[in-house]
Each structure stands twice: as C-alpha cells, then as structure tokens.
C-alpha cells in the first residue's frame, strides 16, 4: 500500500489495520491448551506442564535450577532475596530501567543506587559500576533493554571481585546471547517475564533460573506461605511450552527486520537507532527485540510527542520509552554523577513494539516508509 498523505494530512493510515495482534493465537498453542484440559493437568496445583516448563527453560537458557512465579516483576524481588539482599542493603541499578526494578528494591527495604547507561543507549555504562560500589553493596541488576545487550561479562567482573551478585535481567530478551552465550547465564541468577506483551506470553508470569543452589532455595522459601504465593498455573505453561520452541526462529526473523528498520531510521536526521548487526553464524550477537528503540537527537527540533501522535494515527504501535530514575529524591536513592545520558534516554527515546518485526516484507517496507514521511512531516511543520 502506497500513501502520498499521512492521516494528519487528509490521507488514509498506512495500516488501516491497526498493529499486528499479539499474542499470535497458532495451531500449536491451541492444541497444547487443549491437551492441558481433556488431560485435567489444567487444575492441578503441581504438575506435569510446570515441570517440563521448568526442565525446558534450564535446558534453553543454560541453567541448573527454575523457579517459576507470577510475573516478571516478582521474579526480580525473589532473584534479589535469593542473592541475600537484605534492608540495609544497596543495590545498583540502571538510572533508566523499567520501574518495577526500582519498587522491588525498595520492597526489601535496600535502597537504590543509580548509575549512568551508555551514550545514545538504554544499558548500563559499565565504567560507572565501580564507583557506585559500597560496603553495603549486595547486588547489581544489569538489564537487557530494547534489544540492546549490556556489557554484563565486564559488570560480572567487577561484581565477583567484589563479592558481590548479579541479577541478570532478561525479561525483554529471552532467547538472545552474547558470543554464543545465552544472555542470563552470565550473572548469578537471571529473571524472565511472561507478561501478555512479551516474547514469551502466557498473559502473566515469570520465573528465575540460576546455577546456584541457594539463591534458588531463598527464594522458594520466602515464596512458600503454606502454598506457593506467586504461582504459574498450568494453562499458562501449556501456553508457554511450544512457544520455547518458536522462540529461536522467532527471536532470528525480528532480528532481520529489526536491522533493516535501524538502518534507515539511522539514515534520517534527527533519529539514532541502534547498530544491528546481520546474524551470519552460531556465534554471532542476537538481540531480544521486545521493542526497537528510536532516540530523537539532543539537538533536533521534532517533539517526541508530535511525531508519535502522527505515527500512532498511522496504526503503528509505537509510544514513549521509560520514564527512568534520575529525577528520583535522593530519600530514596543515591545518584552517581548527573545521570545525563539516563536524563536523555528518557525524555528522547520512543519504542516500536515487536510484532511487526514478524510481519512480511511488506509490511515491514511500508512502515520503513510511514516512519520516513512521519518524519519529513515533523521537521517540515
């Protein structure tokens, strides 16, 4: 489809259609839903499609022990009471994160410590870590974001020489790695989301996978009241076993769209996106592209909010990324430095969110081309 005016201007949206619809209801999911009911695993508080959920996330993301639990943002609070964060503690965390990781700090009564991302990015700087290091410092959070991968080998360093544990955030990346490593398998113990939105989707969920035996069982027994607190049902893990399979060819099919897009919104004035590189072997970089982010230079004058009003009229799924921490008080925080990339990140990001980078090659032209003219619009207007 070929539009010479945007919707703004009096012409048709360039997806009269709206987004691609997640999560992709297929013939796998439905018979394994299916198979869960006349089975009645369904009902059952421990079962056979929890189990093999647990041995199938060990195998695919490099891990001795699961815990499944009822979101992503719980399995970050139950990744650091398995660490042995305790209140008193302090924990270091990205000034741009989701903000769940902040408030499941604050829930054990340790306090934040804030350190800059990278210049032009959404992960943290390693060369700040350091720095933000204490005698009360039990852990660091390093998140994955925007299918941009942290420097989490060199964080891991500077947090084992320390003694110190890593919670390796992957709940927007499942399934990427890093030099033929999967990403969660670098730090002490990695969380993982299953919220309708995501890669993985089971509507709600999550869980922690370590190699340690301990941070597992701390966090099991905080969890255990009787019965478990943060439970995922077997339906949701029937949901979410033939979607572990689809999760590869999936995570290389985003990938693709996700470099041709970046290259060229990185051809525009205004817009940086990331550098993409092709996947040409097993031991190539892989992001999990849950959203592509796009920053608006420091120094364009195109509002954020203008553009995503026009492009959002286009029925493209695309919207502001996270607020971040650097505006957080310092009662409840500690800031390393001024945060200014952190600062930028959150007022200049906007994230497209993932499915249309499983959509044909047309699709995928056509928003090349909406993004192109949205943004022709905006410094034109």
Not at 8 to 14: A, C, K, T, W, Y
Not at 202 to 223: P, Y
């Amino acid at each position: 489809m070929s539009q010479t005016k945007l919707k703004i201007q009096g012409g048709l949206p360039s997806f009269p259609e709206g987004p691609p619809q997640w999560p992709v209801a297929d013939t796998a999911l439905r018979q394994s839903v299916n198979e869960a009911l006349s089975s009645g695993q369904w009902g059952k508080y421990d079962g056979d499609l929890t189990l093999r959920l647990q041995s199938e996330l060990q195998t695919r993301f490099s891990a001795r022990h699961s815990l499944l639990c009822s979101s992503g943002t719980i399995s970050v609070e139950l990744a650091l009471r398995g660490a042995g964060v305790k209140s008193g503690d302090e924990v270091i965390l990205s000034a741009y994160d989701f903000p769940g990781n902040f408030r499941c700090i604050e829930a054990i009564g340790a306090t934040p410590v804030l350190v800059d991302v990278v210049r032009d990015g959404w992960v943290m700087d390693h060369l700040e870590v350091t720095q933000a290091i204490s005698e009360k410092t039990s852990a660091i959070v390093v998140s994955h974001l925007h299918g941009q991968i942290a420097k989490v080998e060199k964080i891991c360093d500077i947090a084992e020489s320390k003694g110190i544990k890593v919670v390796e955030d992957v709940c927007q990346s499942p399934g990427a790695s890093l030099d033929g490593k999967t990403l969660g398998s670098f730090g002490d113990v990695a969380t993982y989301s299953f919220g309708g939105s995501k890669l993985l989707s089971a509507g709600r969920g999550g869980a922690i996978a370590s190699d340690d035996d301990g941070i597992i069982q701390r966090a099991k027994v905080f969890a255990h009241r009787g019965n478990d607190a943060f439970p995922l049902s077997q339906i949701q893990a029937a949901l979410l076993l033939p979607q572990l399979q689809q999760l590869d060819s999936r995570n290389l099919k985003r990938q693709a769209a996700a470099q041709k897009i970046a290259e060229a919104v990185n051809r525009l004035d205004d817009f940086i996106a990331l550098e993409i590189s092709e996947v040409a072997d097993a031991q190539a970089e892989v992001g999990g592209f849950y959203k592509l982010p796009i920053m608006i230079a420091e120094d364009s004058s195109i509002d954020r909010s203008r553009f995503l009003s026009i492009i959002q009229a286009e029925g493209v799924a695309m919207d502001i990324g996270f607020r971040g921490f650097a505006k957080r008080s310092a009662r409840r925080c500690r800031a390393i430095g001024d945060l200014s990339n952190a600062r930028l990140a959150a007022t200049q990001t906007m994230l497209l969110h993932h499915p249309i980078l499983l959509a044909d090659d047309e699709q995928v032209e056509r928003l090349m081309g909406v993004i192109k003219r949205c943004h022709e619009f905006c410094r034109n207007d």
